[in-house]
């Protein structure tokens, strides 16, 4: 059972309606390029064949904001407030559209990411961090929040890897360097940064992000299972 | 990042809020073509304008997607784009920006949908504290009899279709309405709105806006002359130099 317990305000009225949330909410935070979607991939089959119900959903996925803010972050006119606002209208949508829904229903949600890189992100973009706070303050406390934690220096080959560096993820709206990749490290530098001052705040689970992705699987797999009903 | 009341611009920010039918809007039209006239730069800024935003609006509309709180954040989203490129940029060049409709329309409208008065607040921290906000207050029969002759449909957001207050349109316009009347109403201490008598005729209105804006205005920069100093300068000019020199004082 996911316990009706909030940052914040309770903005959408749960406690009022005694909702009952059987289901269990699982967060993978981190940064970009950091694994998250390939352990995700793993997790999934594996609590399926133990016969969970698993929902996913990730940032920019919304029926109601993902298209619009996908075409807004392509212009060059999107203001850095107005980012966070958009990013906070597509994770709203997705919280009561899908997250909640699922939770009600007895699902397993995994979410690649919550409201913890929306802040990190909204934060180093010199938003007022008790603003940002007070909006995610209607977020539910997740049942656990893996955070896989990389070194800057460990990051950048996966990134390479993968196929370089992003404008966005490079912090390029900020121009916090003189091309991508100096950009790149400071911006990452800025988030890691904050993610590392949330994570007593929030009660992060630490990972070692740079561990083979199997073993780091078995390390989120043996701490994800006592979380599951009648696990 | 910079919130409610810390702002300091050489700029002004006069807004009018209201419900539908008020006649705020008209009042804030006259109201610019004075300040034209007068020879200041004038910014108009309208509620819900963002090119941005404005797909993903009319989609949740269209869609009947939005929830209270999603529907109060997209509005937020919209309002920031407008902040970040109507209002504060203008204010920042010292110019006089005008909004038809400001934050107060959202804790008004989002409160009446039950969102949280607090964390409604709390979104739009960001918005820059109008130098003077007006607030057009009129009786509801007034305002209703303004908007529903004459109007075949109300749309569905508007009417607060989606608050389940009625099944018909007409009657859940009104209750929402009389919902957002209570709201302005709490907010005219809470944010020292400057009320107005909109059953007034329009020009006595209008009269009483301009005097008490004209104190604010004590320091803005024109760029050009008004119209009626540049009259007087026309026919200074014409005479001898001692006469215009008095001419020219007493038009100023």
Do not use: C
Not at chain 1, 51 to 71: C, F, I, N, P, W
Not at chain 1, 81 to 104: C, K
Not at chain 1, 158 to 164: A, D, F, K, N
Not at chain 1, 193 to 200: D, G, L
């Amino acid at each position: 059972m996911t316990s009706l317990v909030f940052y914040g305000i309770d903005a959408i009225h749960l406690k009022e309606r005694e909702e009952l949330l059987p289901g269990r909410l699982i967060v993978i935070e981190g940064t970009d390029g950091v694994g998250r979607s390939t352990q995700l991939y793993l997790l999934r089959p594996w609590l399926e064949s133990s016969g969970y119900a698993v929902v996913d959903t990730e940032m920019t996925r919304s029926e109601l904001a993902g298209t619009g803010l996908k075409q807004a972050k392509a212009g060059h006119t999107l203001g850095p407030i107005t980012l966070n606002l958009f990013y906070a209208t597509d994770f709203v949508d997705r919280f009561e559209s899908q997250i909640i829904p699922a939770l009600r229903a007895g699902f397993i949600v995994l979410t690649d990411r919550y409201t913890f890189s929306l802040m990190a992100r909204a934060i180093v973009r010199g938003a007022d961090p008790k603003w940002i706070r007070s909006i995610y303050g209607l977020a539910l406390k997740p049942d656990a929040i893996f955070y896989l934690k990389v070194g800057i220096d460990d990051l950048i080959p996966r990134v390479l890897q993968r196929g370089g560096f992003d404008y966005w993820e490079s912090g390029m709206d900020m121009r916090l360097g003189a091309d991508l990749f100096e950009s790149f490290v400071n911006y990452q530098a800025l988030l890691l940064e904050q993610y590392e001052a949330m994570t007593s705040e929030f009660g992060f689970q630490v990972l070692d992000a740079s561990l083979p992705v199997e073993q780091l699987n078995e390390q989120l797999k043996q701490r994800i299972l006592p979380l599951l009903p009648h696990g | 990042m910079e919130t409610y009341g810390s702002h300091e611009y050489p700029g002004r920010l006069f807004v009018v809020e209201g419900v539908d039918g008020s006649g705020k809007s008209t009042q804030i039209a006259l109201l610019r073509q004075w300040l034209i006239s007068e020879g200041y730069t004038v910014f108009f800024s309208e509620w819900n304008s963002s090119p941005l935003v404005k797909k993903t609006t009319s989609k949740g509309k269209k869609k009947q997607l939005l929830t209270p709180t999603s529907f109060s954040l997209i509005h937020a989203t919209d309002f920031a784009d407008r902040t970040e490129h109507d209002i504060i940029p203008p204010l920042k060049a010292g110019a006089i920006v005008l909004a038809d409709r400001y934050i107060y329309t959202a804790f008004a409208r989002d409160v009446a949908r039950n969102v949280d008065r607090q964390w409604v607040r709390e979104l739009y921290q960001f918005a820059v504290k109008p130098t003077v906000a007006f607030y057009y207050r009129v009786p509801l029969e007034v305002s209703l009899s303004r908007i529903l002759t004459g109007r075949t449909e109300i749309k569905y957001y508007e009417a607060g279709m989606d608050l389940g207050l009625s099944s018909e349109p007409q009657e859940s316009f009104k209750l929402f309405q009389q919902r957002i009347v209570r709201e302005y109403e709490s907010m005219v201490d809470e944010f020292g709105l400057t009320v107005m008598d909109a059953t007034l005729p329009i020009p006595e209105q209008q009269r009483r806006m301009r005097k008490i804006i004209r104190p604010y205005l004590l320091g803005v920069r024109r760029t050009r002359a008004s119209a009626k100093e540049a009259a007087w300068a026309g026919l200074a000019r014409e005479m001898r130099p001692s006469q215009a020199d008095g001419l020219e004082r007493s038009a100023r």
